[in-house]
């Protein structure tokens, strides 16, 4: 999730440029940079880190002109550096563009340019659109740009401006924001969103995909790819700063919760590739076949991505045949055990920086091993020192509890072990097809879970003031009970602690009574481990415990066993994590709200944990 700005007018567009990336900047920031168009001259500034890096060095090189675009980067592919910022030219320096999105086919269209002579720098996707804009650039920079983007899979917000039509700021859309801005007649501001804008206007336009326009001092077109023209209602932002910046929520945490259904798309993004059964997983590369032939798999992490690697654990094992072991980051890491080369090692961490998994991370190389990443963060300290890995793709996570990333990492492990169980031949193609159609149709389940979002809310009145909860699960969703407890602990400060669903007659059950609340995970009902689950819930009942049970739609049974419960779609049980989880962060936000927790920044935590 990148930031995007331009302008057009009759203003110096520097200070402009300027004030909307460090607007935009809680859309990602790891490198920035600006282009000017002044008269038929172009000129650029771009650098690693943050705006203020970029104010420093312009105090040294003045940039001039009234036309220009800027980028603040999350990276995607490449590392973050001044070469891999935006923005990205074409050969000449002459066409400067930045990029919101991911361009699925570039590799393919890198390969086309290259054999048509372009050269290229940078090792981003974004670099292939300035090169093949100029590729079909004959005199028409608008042509040029719909030819373009007609060969272009993915998604992009762009901006771009020519030197040889040097009176054009050309925007775009397809997958990712763009807000115009409009001033005045012939003086346009365009953004990733309004943050950027409404300190000038709040008159805005909101580009839909397939959508381009075309910003003069004269005045504004907006046409199709296709060229059709189209005319576009200017509406009125009426959200303050910071409502825009959480797109309107009341909290980054909820935002990102929402956030699900597109991260989780993103995460399997030119990965899945259910026609050719098979999975892509590009940051692995040669290494993929190498782990399908291990013995064993070590798993280390801390907090939310130690559950996720959890569910790893259970998915390696049940799927591929893969014996795993996950390892707390703080502890593997004083281990005194030899690292074996006949392992995979694998790290999982959304910031990439926590200390005791980069720790882990370098026992495991200082003992010769490989070790792989699956890391949110672009270019963080774990994701560079990793052998290889997969990011998640899943933007920059505010929120100090995790949630969208713990899905991500999910998904991630779940075509992981699809990959590594086609390799491994331990499930027949049929099945393997099956349960790729399953993880497809992920994203658009969870989005019906959200729709659900109001039920929750009213569960979270009802049960705001305990202050002891239970939560248990079994199987995948055992590592689900514990990441619900402790969604609950870090935002609301209520104790609560996850158990194998088993676990309860070996201790645990001497709590239970009308003051602990019970959350159970009690879906997938062919699974042969549901009746035993049913049977602890039973045990639970014969103590007056209060049962919140989160179902599969569909059954009724439970309802008599159980105080409360909340329906979730049927899905292939080995993707039951990806959809229980989603009513429990639900559940953990609203009673925090309800108790007047400082949902995205609670007490005591970081979100990045870089000390040990
Ligand atoms: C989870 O909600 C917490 N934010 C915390 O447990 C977190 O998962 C842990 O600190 C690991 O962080 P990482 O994924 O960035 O390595």
Redesign the pocket.
Known sequence: MCGIIGYIGPKNAIPILLNGLNRLEYRGYDSVGVSLINQDELSYLKTKGRVAALEEQLKEKRLQGNLGIGHSRWATHGQPNEINAHPQFDCQKELALVHNGIIENYTSLKKWLKQHGHRFCSDTDTEVLPHLIREYYQGDLLLAVQQALHLVEGAYGIALVFSKEPDKLIVARYGSPLVIGVVARGEYIVASDPTAIIDYTKQVIYLDDGEIAVLTRQGMKIVTLDNVRIDKKIQVVKWNLEEIAKSGFPHFMLKEIFEQPKTITNSLRGRLLVKEKDISLGGLGDWLDRIAKVKRVVIA??????HAGLVGEYLFENIANLPTEVEY?SEFRYKQISIDPSVAYFV???????AD?LQSLRKIKQGKGNVFGIV?TVGST?ARETTAGVYLHAGPEIG????K??TSQVTVLALLTLALARRRKTIPLKELESRMIALQKIPQQVASILKQHKKIKALAKKYCRYNNFLYLGRGYNFPVALEGA??LK?ISYIHAEGYPAAEMKHGPISLIDRQMPVVVLATDTEDVIYQKVINNIEEIKARQGRIIAIATEGNKQITKLVDEVFYIPKTNGYLTPLLNVIPLQLLSYYIAVQRGCDVDKPRN?A???TVE
């Open positions: 992490a801390c907090g939310t991505s130690w980051g999982i961490s959304q910031s990439g920086e926590t998994t949110n774990i100090v509890a995790s949630t990333s713990f402790l969604k870090e935590l979100k990045s944990v």
